[in-house]
């Protein structure tokens, strides 16, 4: 299964008044790794909406184990953990500033979609990356 790490600096604006990271953030982190994955197979979002294939959220998870803080550097790990005819799960680890522990884990639930909002297979020519990726 491949991987694919982005690290992000948390800036003052990610926390909140306790000077921990937001919550939410990690949401927002979700989706970056989860777009530099699917561009690390050679596939682009933007590519994916011009041609009418949409990816959205159905579903989300996060476990929060440890606090991020101003400054840190979060490396969140991303993988994708299932692939069906019309769907990808995404799993998620984060860590800060190198360390091994995990700070937060947690996964999102995505089916493709027309621009619509009707469900429909996943492009031939992903289906096909992914195959060849062995995800």
């Known amino acids: 299964m491949s991987e694919t790490t982005l690290k992000i600096r948390v800036t003052y604006k990610d926390t909140d ?3 921990f990271v937001y919550y939410g953030n ?13 561009r690390s ?7 994916l909406e011009h041609k009418g294939e949409f990816l959205p959220v159905l579903e989300v998870y ?5 606090a991020a803080c101003y400054d840190d550097i979060i ?3 991303s993988s994708i953990t299932h692939v069906g005819k019309s769907s990808l799960k995404f799993a998620y680890k ?3 500033n190198g360390d091994k522990a995990i700070i937060a884990e947690g996964w999102t639930a995505h089916c493709f979609c027309d621009r619509e909002g009707k469900p429909t297979r996943m492009p031939q020519e992903l289906t096909e990356i992914l195959h060849a990726s062995k995800i």
């Open 17 to 19: 008044q306790m000077g």
């Open 26 to 38: 990690y949401m927002t982190w979700f989706e970056m790794a989860r777009t530099e994955h699917i």
């Open 41 to 47: 197979l050679g596939v682009n979002y933007k590519d």
């Open 62 to 66: 996060c476990k929060y184990r440890k």
């Open 75 to 77: 490396h969140v790990s």
């Open 94 to 96: 984060l860590s800060k």
